[in-house]
């Protein structure tokens, strides 16, 4: 269901005391206006999406936010074409959280899941994820 969906995404980003590192190739402004909100007014948003998937309504989102929320932190970069598949939200640059669908369509057509990574390969993916941000290049 996607309400169920929704307020999964809702309380993993609450808990947010620093960062939160949204990754989707397909991010839109739908992740600003549904999702950004919940996220602590001292963490920031880092929302990195790929040059070749991410949607247009993406940076207007962002920028629009900024001007009505000067206080906060929000951040969009996009990879290079094809670096980006998965889908991920991480908190504080150590919880990681896979999300089974683009956050956009999560649990639209079919249900959708998201899970916490507590393997020794969450790890790895913060710091591949943070490489990436690193590397990207700014879309607002």
Same mark, same amino acid.
């Given at each position: 269901?996607?309400?169920? &969906?929704?307020?999964?995404?809702?309380?993993?980003?609450?808990? +947010?005391?620093?960062?939160?590192?949204?990754?989707?190739? #397909?991010?839109?402004?739908?992740?600003?206006? /549904?999702? *950004?909100?919940?996220?602590?007014e001292a963490a920031s948003v880092l929302l990195l999406a790929d040059a070749k998937s991410v949607k247009a309504s993406l940076a $207007? &989102?962002?920028?629009?936010?900024?001007?009505? #929320? $000067?206080?906060?932190?929000?951040?969009?970069?996009?990879? $290079?074409?094809? /670096?980006?598949?998965?889908? #991920?939200?991480?908190?504080d640059s150590k919880e990681v959280w896979s999300v089974s669908q683009s956050i956009k369509d999560l649990a639209a057509r079919s249900?959708?899941?998201?899970?916490? /990574?507590? *393997?020794?390969? &969450?790890?790895?993916?913060?710091?591949?994820?943070?490489?990436?941000?690193?590397? &990207?290049? +700014?879309?607002?």
């Amino acid at each position: 269901d996607k309400d169920l &969906a929704y307020s999964a995404i809702l309380r993993v980003v609450e808990a +947010a005391v620093s960062e939160v590192l949204i990754v989707d190739p #397909y991010l839109d402004a739908r992740v600003v206006t /549904d999702f *950004t909100i919940a996220v602590p007014e001292a963490a920031s948003v880092l929302l990195l999406a790929d040059a070749k998937s991410v949607k247009a309504s993406l940076a $207007p &989102a962002v920028n629009a936010f900024r001007v009505q #929320y $000067p206080t906060r932190t929000i951040q969009a970069r996009v990879t $290079p074409v094809g /670096d980006l598949h998965d889908r #991920y939200i991480i908190i504080d640059s150590k919880e990681v959280w896979s999300v089974s669908q683009s956050i956009k369509d999560l649990a639209a057509r079919s249900p959708g899941a998201i899970m916490r /990574d507590e *393997t020794e390969l &969450a790890a790895l993916k913060v710091a591949h994820f943070t490489s990436a941000w690193d590397t &990207a290049t +700014a879309l607002a």
